[in-house]
């Protein structure tokens, strides 16, 4: 099988199910951020050396491939007859678990920090805006047309990858630099 199919030439592609739109479509730009995020956690992962942080990405990329084909498919047509694509409870539950103990681990904010301090700690704070790009660009599609987990997956992501942005730099032994 090729990798490329011609189908898209014309401007269009396939949602799953089958329905054709507009590469423009904000449902098919909101899932293009999503997997803009997961690869900018890829390149988190090959460059940490943190095995308790990069298994924490590893396991939110693969949430993000699921919240992906939920997004990719608004009809719920093929998506929900597949298990790995659920966003439940417990995926949120997961991350908060995470914000709560790597948070234990860090002094209190008191003021703004630039983004930076170590290799790894800064790619987490690019992959972190690069989660509330993706966060609103699913919020753009409507409330009524996206499932409210995803939603409340996504704001709490964004909290994590901050801490773990933090935590990165903290264990690699770089400053925080107050704004």
């Known amino acids: 099988m090729k990798i490329y199919t011609r189908t898209g030439d014309g401007g269009e592609t396939a949602l799953l199910g089958g329905t054709r739109v507009s590469k423009a479509d904000p449902r098919v730009a909101a899932y293009g951020d999503v997997d803009e995020l997961n690869a900018w ?27 992906g084909a939920r997004l990719a498919d608004p009809s719920g047509s093929v998506a929900d007859r597949m298990e790995k694509t659920a966003v439940t409870d417990e995926d949120v539950q997961q991350l908060e678990t995470w914000i709560d103990t790597l948070e234990s681990e860090l002094p209190p904010l008191r003021r703004f920090i630039l ?65």
Not at 118 to 143: D, F, I, K, P
Not at 155 to 160: E, G, P, V, Y
């Open 115 to 179: 983004a930076g301090g170590s290799a790894s700690g800064a790619s987490l704070h690019v992959a972190r805006t690069v989660s509330r790009r993706a966060e609103r660009s699913v919020v753009a599609l409507g409330r009524d047309q996206v499932e409210r987990q995803i939603l409340v997956y996504l704001n709490r992501l964004s909290d994590l990858l901050f801490v773990m942005a933090r935590v990165a730099t903290r264990r690699a032994g770089a400053p925080e630099l107050e704004w």
């Open 41 to 67: 956690l890829g390149f988190v992962r090959a460059g940490a050396d943190d095995r308790g942080l990069t298994a924490m990405v590893e396991h939110i990329q693969r949430d993000l491939f699921a919240i």
